[in-house]
């Protein structure tokens, strides 16, 4: 009830310096002094008066309840907030003590990943040394199998060679019937056998 009687008494003291600001526009122009209505100027206040007074009547009970509830939620928020500062302080204390103790954890992670570094270049230079060990073998293979194929090409062109040679010979010194009886005796012989 006491904030009511306030919220009065201020609208009411606005309402007054705003008649007074009015009237003392009204008397600086021009020099000519008007008299301001006093009277209108009651009413007015009254109408504002009776306007806030059913607007209090009918909506004032929402009004109290709307201030109660902002109220409750504002207490909530301010306990919440000294609860978040609490486990801020704590979560600072907590960073503090990692911060303090942060040199022997960089060595600690600094032994654990050349630890891991070490290990990762023996496996990469094991794999290394398996992989050229296999490139070897593989050139070795492939070295060995060229020179056959080469061997075997060497082979198959002296025996053409061999074969011209030895046609060319035999065309010189055979005659047509010797030709003639030395292919039906091969061929005897492939038939037989």
Do not use: C, P
């Not at 600086?28 to 059913?54: C, Q």
């Not at 065309?171 to 038939?191: G, S």
């Amino acid at each position: 009830m006491k904030r009511i009687i306030r919220i009065t008494v201020t609208a009411l003291g606005l309402l007054a310096f705003a008649g007074v600001a009015i009237a003392a526009e009204q008397t600086g122009h021009g020099g000519a002094e008007h008299h301001y209505d006093w009277t209108n100027f009651l009413l007015r206040i009254a109408n504002f008066v009776i306007v806030a007074g059913i607007i209090w009547y009918f909506a004032g009970g929402k009004i109290k309840d709307y201030l109660k509830t902002r109220r409750y939620n504002i207490e909530n928020e301010l306990a919440e907030l000294d609860q978040r500062k609490k486990d801020a302080d704590k979560r600072l204390k907590d960073v503090e003590m990692g911060i303090a103790n942060m040199e022997q954890e960089r060595e600690k992670i600094l032994d654990d990943y050349r630890a891991q570094g070490e290990a990762l270049k023996a496996s990469i230079i094991e794999h290394a040394e398996k992989s050229a060990q296999q490139i070897r073998d593989m050139a070795k293979a492939t070295a060995e199998t060229e020179s056959r194929m080469a061997v075997e090409s060497i082979r198959e062109q002296l025996a053409d060679m061999v074969a011209e040679a030895t046609q060319k010979v035999l065309e010189e010194r055979l005659t047509k019937e010797e030709h003639q009886k030395l292919i039906d005796k091969y061929l005897t012989k492939v038939v037989l056998n």
